[in-house]
């Protein structure tokens, strides 16, 4: 160093002990010149000037960006100020501090990047991806934009709204041609960039070629798409099983996943009141209900606490197993581990999974080890086509008496429901190998020890891309019931029964029916409980499903409504109310945003008419109200002892698809045409349900009559389908004489309920009691919101707000509750859950709605 030899500066020693102590600090590089600069040192040595002279960033100047004159030192000092009087140090480096070295460590990083992402052309890595392509763009898209190009490939693939394309290129000419030209044509202006893609190991195993050139998928199903292949790791590295996929909660014992449950249960519930808040109208006063959610902490009611299941493993009565290959390549009927959006699609047999019974792992193996030999393929999810798709066991119990003994050995009947795609596959092999299976099947259930019951086999063509097929999907019977040789289409006969309160229900392939029974009976008696039902009290049962709740509760109630969509569904209803002898439940088959409108002006009269009439005779229909609706603690009191007697009177003159109280010179007039169109039968069947006494169980199950009454019963519901021409007023009469009381009790999908079901409910002034069983809490919040949220008198008008797309279904909720029309709201009462999945992180959630 030659600190001694530069020219003193005109400001005092102690800043030149500064810079010297800054300089003994610096790195060699900075303190040493390299013998290239030597003459540069030397020049400045003759200036008068130190070798490091302005080479590096002023110290004052990087803290304070105020230039030569924010620094002490002046012109003089030995740094520079600015990226101008910055000069490259003695061994071509810049100072690091600089923004000309960080543009320059910025250039060199990108061309490392592309030189690392550069590839590699060899016939080991023919499957690529293309990175760097539009959101949307499709597969087809993709390919025309190839074929613009001129680019060879053998397959082509893209997922709408991903950046990520997948090709598979034959040869290596392909290959190199590719790159050169996607180099040299960007797409948009921007350039797509060529990675690396590794085939699934599967496709590894079980790939016999390259696939044709119009881009379809060799024999097994196989693709060089295999974008997934990192999630694949990802899931084998971490060791991840069936049971953690299917049962996360399945290392807890089972009372810390009860207080796990009402815990989450809790939370959605603070939720609700907290929307419900921001979904007031800001003129009018909070309701009392969230006024006094401070005093539960922010519940909008009291949660009650949550109901066990009676049973804990293997409680399921219905298994959906996918059709897969798994980690190994092996082909395998179980779970998938993961999900298909996140890139996992490899299956893992149903080991240790405690929530699937030992009959349905023993069919899915069955099922398994008859597709190893199969000449058929399995369901490519990436590809969509193959042939063996899904494999779903329904189960049936006996009584709940015996079910509580031995819940295993109590599985009367199984129906096995086998799900293809017949699309190019010709009909003989596909007839051929659906008797081997059927074969197969039948000698596995009698060959076990002990034998296992087998009812019914069923197989479901569904062609579209989702496994969840509509309900028309066909059915094609392979084993129909020898007890049920009955005139008609052989679907009509692919059907098992479950009893929930001593009551026999029929279930057909595609009707819902809940998974776990015993809770579900449990589930039905709290509902019934929560809607104080008397025997003057009208129950509209919303997506009743196969009817279970409503034909529970038919005892307890003058008549109940039930709206469901399924077809099939609904002709269950209809059957079961016959096994069963119930005569007051009519059945209703449409969508409930559809049919819910006219039928509460059916049976109830408009809404309008209501308020018009209580402005006329304010008083009479106060204390109606009083007396009939509100329910009082006399009748509560009364009602409640019936219950729980179980004396409850069933009415017996009542038709099972008549209105109540209507007679026919009532039904005058032109008929207007129904929106709710019950399920068609035969124009020659004729009416003779409505006659008939009280059939035997018996009787009913294995005879002709019960195919033939239920036909004859949804003939009689179509012929009542044209009843909307009565009078308001005499209708609103004759339901009043007879029905006091209006209950609701729903049970939606897990979407939850239309706005148009919501309105119509919320909108209605007798229909006091609302009664919501949930399988999915997040829209119970959404429909309580709109339920139980004040309205202002002047309604605002949606003006299409752009964003609903990224709203939650809570934010869409407050959106709607501003044009509701000015209608007394619900207040939410009670509110319980209940375990109908144990092992799992669902649940159902029962909650009361008064007014």
Not at 430 to 442: G, Q, R, V
Request: charged share 25%.
């Amino acid at each position: 160093m030659e600190d001694d030899k530069a020219p003193p500066p005109p400001q005092p020693q102690p800043e030149l002990a500064g810079e010297k102590r800054k300089r003994e600090e610096a790195s060699p590089d900075e303190v040493a010149p390299s013998a290239p600069a030597a003459a540069s040192g030397e020049d400045a040595a003759i200036s008068g000037r130190h070798p490091m002279w302005k080479t590096s960033l002023c110290s004052f100047f990087r803290r304070r960006g105020a230039g030569a004159e924010g620094c002490s030192h002046g012109e003089s000092c030995r740094y520079a100020h600015t990226e101008e009087e910055l000069r490259p140090r003695p061994d071509g480096t810049w100072d690091p501090t600089s923004d000309r070295a960080k543009k320059l460590r910025k250039v060199a990083a990108e061309a490392q990047e592309e030189a690392e992402e550069e590839v590699t052309v060899d016939d080991q890595s023919l499957d690529k991806c293309l990175v760097g392509l539009p959101r949307g763009w499709t597969a087809d898209r993709l390919k025309a934009f190839l074929q613009d190009q001129g680019i060879s490939y053998a397959t082509a693939k893209k997922k709408k709204g991903m950046t990520v394309g997948f090709v598979t290129f034959e040869n290596v000419e392909q290959l190199a041609n590719a790159v050169q030209v996607l180099k040299e044509n960007p797409s948009g202006g921007k350039e797509i960039k060529i990675a690396d893609a590794n085939r699934r190991s599967h496709q590894k195993v079980h790939a016999e070629g390259p696939a044709s050139d119009n881009g379809t998928a060799t024999e097994n199903g196989s693709s060089a798409a295999a974008g997934e292949a990192s999630a694949l790791e990802v899931v084998a590295s971490t060791k991840r099983s069936a049971r953690d996929a299917v049962t996360p909660l399945a290392h807890m014992p089972y009372n810390d996943q009860l207080e796990h449950k009402k815990h989450s249960m809790a939370q959605i519930l603070k939720r609700l009141t907290r929307n419900a808040r921001k979904a007031c109208p800001p003129a009018i006063p909070l309701p009392n209900w969230i006024l006094k959610s401070k005093e539960i902490g922010g519940l909008p009611c009291k949660l009650e606490g949550i109901l066990e299941s009676p049973i804990v493993n293997g409680y399921r009565n219905k298994c959906e197993f996918s059709v897969g290959y798994s980690l190994e390549g092996k082909k395998t009927v179980g779970f998938m581990l993961g999900n298909f959006r996140e890139g996992v699609t490899a299956v893992e047999e149903p080991v240790n999974c405690p929530n699937v019974s030992e009959i349905s792992c023993k069919y899915a193996q069955m099922f398994q080890d008859f597709l190893q030999s199969s000449s058929l393929p399995l369901w490519s999810r990436v590809d969509n086509c193959g042939f063996w798709r899904q494999f779903t066991v329904r189960e049936g119990r006996c009584s709940t008496e015996a079910v509580l003994h031995n819940t295993e050995s109590q599985i009367s009947e199984v129906m096995l429901i086998v799900q293809v795609c017949s699309t190019d596959v010709d009909e003989t092999p596909m007839k051929e190998e659906l008797d081997k299976l059927s074969a197969a099947l039948i000698q596995g259930a009698t060959t076990c020890s002990p034998p296992m019951p087998l009812t019914t086999i069923v197989v479901q063509d569904h062609k579209g891309i989702s496994n969840a097929a509509p309900a028309d999907c066909p059915l094609i019977p392979l084993l129909v019931p020898k007890g049920d040789q009955l005139e008609g289409g052989a679907e009509d006969k692919t059907r098992i029964h479950d009893h929930i309160s001593n009551l026999k229900f029929s279930i057909s392939p595609t009707a819902f029916f809940q998974v776990n029974t015993l809770a579900a009976e449990r589930l039905y008696t709290l509902a019934g409980d929560w809607a104080n039902l008397n025997s003057d009290t009208l129950l509209f049962d919303i997506c009743c499903g196969t009817g279970t709740i409503g034909l529970t509760l038919a005892h307890r109630v003058g008549m109940v409504v039930g709206i469901e969509m399924n077809e099939s569904a609904v002709a269950d209803a209809h059957r079961n109310a016959l096994i069963n002898g119930i005569k007051s439940c009519r059945f209703v088959c449409g969508k409930a945003e559809d049919v819910i409108g006219s039928l509460l002006t059916e049976y109830l009269g408009s809404p309008q008419q209501h308020i018009a009439a209580s402005v006329t005779n304010d008083t009479n229909i106060n204390e109606e109200t009083i007396d009939g609706l509100e329910n009082d603690d006399e009748n509560m009191d009364s009602s409640t002892e019936k219950h729980d007697n179980g004396e409850s009177e069933q009415p017996g003159d009542i038709s099972v698809d008549r209105p109540t109280c209507a007679s026919d010179e009532e039904i005058k007039g032109d008929s207007v045409e129904r929106i709710n169109k019950e399920v068609d039968s035969s124009p020659d069947e004729h009416n003779e349900a409505a006659g008939e006494q009280n059939l035997g169980e018996a009787s009913l199950i294995n005879d002709d009559s019960t195919d033939k009454a239920a036909a004859d019963s949804l003939d009689h519901g179509k012929t009542c389908q044209d009843i909307s021409s009565i009078p308001h007023n005499n209708m609103l009469a004759s339901s009043a004489c007879q029905f006091k009381n209006v209950v609701a009790i729903v049970d939606p999908p897990r979407v939850g309920l239309h706005p148009t079901v919501i309105k119509a409910l919320r909108t209605h002034p007798l229909i006091r009691r609302l009664v919501y069983i949930s399988c999915n809490p997040d829209s119970l919040v959404a429909n309580a919101i709109e339920l139980c949220t004040p309205t202002s008198e002047k309604q605002e008008k949606n003006k299409g707000n752009r964003g609903w797309r990224s709203m939650s279904a809570a934010g869409l909720a407050r959106q709607r509750t501003k044009s509701m029309p000015n209608s007394e709201p619900f207040v939410p009462k009670r509110a319980m859950a209940v375990d109908l999945f144990p092992h799992t992180s669902h649940c159902e959630m029962v909650m009361l709605f008064e007014r």
